[in-house]
């Protein structure tokens, strides 16, 4: 498989005011490497504040990068002139959390979906009109949809809708960040299924961003777990969670709910919450909270490593890692 | 269940009106939490989890209102309680924590300061004591430095620990029932562990009774001892949450436990409840599942289903309940 979207050093530093107005710097995607692969699902996962969606954002240019390079099929996003940036914009979408609040209460369905078609000028008007049709059927929803307002459909209803504008102009990417969190459990498994079978039969590759760890085994091929703006361990979802390197992925996955009344029940696997990402500290990020923690961690960064095939970790545990100062 | 319930909920309808004709939020509530019991509420939104628990206080904001039912809370009816009674009710038999609690902190006083007010009704307590009084509420939830932390403002507090702080200033008055509304829901999953370890200690060192409003079937799994599952504004089903888990006797249910992604069990697809709930101001004849249940008959769609028990205390609505596995 090779790469879509590659990402190289990248970094996005944010200038911030504390509460007593003191100048700070906010490091919210701190020097991050890795590739997405044609017609994979990477799963990109972490708690708030971790960064994964300044990442998503970052990789579509909607947030400015401090430092690095971000390449997608080839040619580098991150040095492109904005006309030519517009124009390759067609081929990456997003999806949001709340379908609603990225619909416009004034406009109805059908020319939500329609309106990217009207920007890039595509094909004639009547054109239009049977490619919106298309799409609704696509995401499962009826031609009379196209005629109602945002205030008169459901959240799944609506985030149907958002697939569909985000498929009208023929993506080969979509970042999808938390596309089910706001939506009930009946409905997550809708629109789960759907984007899998939209991957499936559209050829689709996906940045999907999330925290609920569940969600993501079922929904991804490889898996990139995020802390304070790093990513901690990289690896396919059935090696990450048959066995996570990272003690901070084995804690993640310790503190999902297990939903069977007779499982023996287990202690917090973390204390504390996540620190601030305004001024991290020197050393591997994870340390104040690491259950194994030792001396070299709170002063040398580790790196991120190979350990395994296709297994990536940053952590001093395992040696291969712990020689460079990153 | 030995001895009498602490709360009896009956038949309980809230009602908004709206420019369509009246809406009912709650439309025939009944359950019962009985001493140191924790209940699961559990329901999708709009199914008036959290409109039943507001009831309970009676805290529906009007235009809505109580409309009929009753509320018996240690053997008195709360619904033709005095005003004044109610107000001093809340906060010490009966507490609530909410969804989100950073909003619930008020940013321009300090974490202490909004601590003392609990003890506002105890104006013997010099200023010494209420100090540590508040510092030993913050320890008993356990923060940190409890001393240090009643100087901070609610921006210096993260979300778990300010969840923390309302869980112990709900615990001050020593309530003998603590409503929790989605009190994870705003936080990470360490974060979430951490809440619910919290809620488990106090239920054994206080035996309080708590009920969790939910929306996620995962976290009641571990935590409660009871789960009532709400649809369209009615119960459904209830049962001991071994039981519901281990045979669910609702299409509903089944479909919502069927539909929830587990760790460990990788599917290619998950199973999926078609359709979504239907709109409170048009309701269908029959039972308000039948659009979406995989059972549904000829007479589902005419006839209502009560809410019936079973000899081993179970409890559903449904004229085709699902047989044991």
Not at chain 1, 294 to 299: H, K
Not at chain 2, 77 to 83: G, S, V, Y
Request: aromatic letters at 4%; glycine letters at 8%; charged letters at 20%.
């Amino acid at each position: 498989m090779t790469a879509l979207v590659v990402v190289e050093a990248l970094s996005t530093y944010f200038q911030v005011r504390g509460p007593t107005g003191r100048r700070a710097v906010l490091h919210a995607v701190d020097n991050v490497s890795f590739e997405i692969r044609r017609n994979e699902i990477l799963a990109l996962v972490g708690e708030s504040g971790c960064g994964k969606s300044t990442l998503g954002r970052t990789i579509l240019q909607l947030t400015k990068r401090t430092a690095g390079r971000v390449l997608f099929d080839g040619q580098e996003l991150t040095a492109m002139a904005a006309g030519d940036l517009r124009r390759l914009r067609r081929r990456m979408q997003i999806i949001f959390q709340n379908p609603h609040g990225s619909l416009d209460p004034r406009v109805s369905v059908g020319q939500a979906i329609r309106d990217p078609l009207d920007i890039h000028a595509v094909g004639t008007g009547e054109e239009r009109q049977a490619r919106v049709a298309e799409l609704l059927g696509l995401v499962g929803l009826h031609a009379d949809h196209a005629q109602r307002f945002p205030h008169q459909i459901s959240g799944g209803q609506a985030q149907r809708v958002a697939i569909a504008r985000a498929l009208a102009l023929h993506p080969d990417f979509i970042i999808a960040d938390e596309p089910v969190s706001s939506l009930d459990v009946s409905i997550q498994a809708q629109i789960l299924n759907l984007m899998a079978d939209l991957r499936v039969s559209l050829g689709l590759t996906y940045l999907f961003i999330a925290h609920n760890l569940a969600v993501v085994e079922h929904f991804s091929t490889r898996v990139a777990v995020m802390y304070l703006g790093r990513i901690v361990e990289l690896a396919p979802s059935r090696a990450l969670y048959a066995h996570p390197l990272h003690p901070y992925t084995q804690a993640l996955l310790a503190s999902a709910p297990v939903a069977d009344p007779d499982a023996p029940l287990r202690p917090p696997a973390l204390a504390g919450d996540v620190p601030s990402p305004v001024d991290p500290p020197t050393g591997c990020r994870f340390a104040s909270r690491c259950p194994r923690v030792m001396t070299v961690c709170r002063n040398v960064d580790p790196v991120f490593t190979e350990i395994e095939p296709e297994h990536w970790v940053a952590c001093h545990l395992y040696p291969l890692s712990g020689s460079g100062s990153g | 269940m030995n001895g009498p319930p602490l709360l009896d909920v009956d038949d309980l309808r809230v009602e908004f009106p709206t420019p369509r004709g009246s809406v009912r939020a709650a439309d025939g509530v009944s359950f019962r939490v009985w001493p140191g019991e924790i209940v699961g509420l559990v329901g999708e939104s709009g199914c008036g989890k959290s409109v039943t628990t507001l009831a309970l206080l009676r805290l529906v904001r009007p235009p809505g209102r109580i409309a009929s039912g009753r509320i018996v809370f240690q053997g008195r009816d709360l619904l033709t309680l005095p005003a004044q009674e109610m107000r001093m009710l809340r906060g010490s038999a009966m507490a609530m924590i909410f969804q989100n609690p950073m909003t619930a902190l008020d940013p321009v006083f300090t974490v202490g300061d909004q601590i003392a007010e609990v003890f506002e009704s105890h104006p013997q307590l010099h200023t010494n004591d209420v100090r540590s009084a508040a510092a030993a509420i913050l320890e008993r939830v356990r923060i940190p430095n409890p001393k240090a932390q009643l100087k901070a403002y609610a921006h210096q507090f993260s979300g778990g620990m300010a969840q923390r702080a309302m869980i112990g200033m709900g615990m001050a008055g020593k309530p003998s029932l603590l409503i929790a509304d989605e009190p994870t829901t705003a936080l990470d999953v360490s974060v979430q562990a951490q809440i619910l370890d919290l809620l488990r200690a106090i239920r054994t060192e206080l035996k309080t009774a708590i009920i969790l409003i939910t929306h996620d079937l995962a976290i009641t799994a571990q935590l409660c001892d009871r789960i009532v599952v709400m649809y369209a504004g009615q119960v459904v089903e209830a049962s001991t949450t071994r039981e519901l888990f281990r045979a669910p006797q609702h299409h509903y249910t089944r479909g919502l436990l069927d539909s929830m992604p587990r760790l460990g069990q990788r599917r290619e697809r998950l199973a999926q409840i078609p359709g979504q709930p239907p709109d409170l101001r048009t309701l269908p004849v029959g039972c308000r599942f039948a659009a979406r249940c995989p059972r549904a008959e000829d007479r589902c769609r005419v006839e209502e289903p009560a809410l019936t028990s079973s000899r081993d205390g179970r409890e559903v609505r449904c004229h085709f309940p699902l047989e044991p596995r």
